[in-house]
Structure formats: C-alpha cells, structure tokens
C-alpha cells in the first residue's frame, strides 16, 4: 500500500466567511461541556458520550450541538485511522 499526503499550498482568507462563526460555535459547545467536565478545555478533550449528555441535560442543542458532534466525530476518527496506520491496517 501506498498513502501520500500533499500540500496544495492553496491560501484561505480564515477572517471571512463563515470561519470565525464557527470557531465561536465551537468556543460555545466547549464553553457548554467545561461546565459539565472541567477537565474538557477544547473539543478534543471531549467524546462523543460528553457532547450527548450535554445535549440531554446542558442545553447543547441546534446548530452548536451539530458543530459539536462533527468536531468529535472528526477527531475520533482521525485518531482511529492513526492507530490504524501505525499498526500496519490498511483495511481499517
């Protein structure tokens, strides 16, 4: 097998558009489960089982919520393809 990985030195104008009203979205959902879990300082610190129990019992809901879960879900599955990788499986 054979993974390669490219930069396509393509520039993004991160001040405009629609980044930084999600990077306040996400600052809102990790706000949200600090509150819950102190020990979740940003996005990454948090599971898909903390980001559902604030939905449940934190007011996590809407859009916030939606920003929540495709952050964690990215994160996990980023991780998961790592430990994938580093052990050899191609197939994961």
Same mark, same amino acid.
Request: net charge negative; with cysteine; charged share 30%.
């Given at each position: $097998? %054979?993974? %390669?990985?490219? #930069?396509? #030195? %393509? &520039? ?7 980044? $930084? ?6 600052? +809102?959902?990790?706000?949200?489960? /600090?509150?819950?879990? $102190?020990?979740?300082?940003?996005? =990454? ?23 929540? =879960?495709?952050?964690?879900?990215? #994160?996990?599955?980023?991780? &998961?393809?790592?430990?994938?990788? +580093?052990?050899?499986?191609? +197939? /994961?």
């Amino acid at each position: $097998p %054979v993974l %390669v990985i490219t #930069n396509s #030195n %393509v &520039k993004h104008d991160l001040g405009d558009g629609e980044y $930084p009203i999600r990077v306040r979205q996400c600052k +809102e959902a990790t706000d949200i489960l /600090t509150k819950m879990n $102190p020990s979740i300082q940003s996005l =990454r610190d948090a599971t898909m089982k903390d980001v559902e129990a604030a939905a449940q019992s934190a007011g996590l809901d809407g859009v916030i919520l939606q920003r929540a =879960r495709h952050v964690v879900s990215e #994160n996990e599955r980023t991780v &998961k393809t790592a430990d994938a990788l +580093e052990k050899g499986d191609w +197939e /994961t």
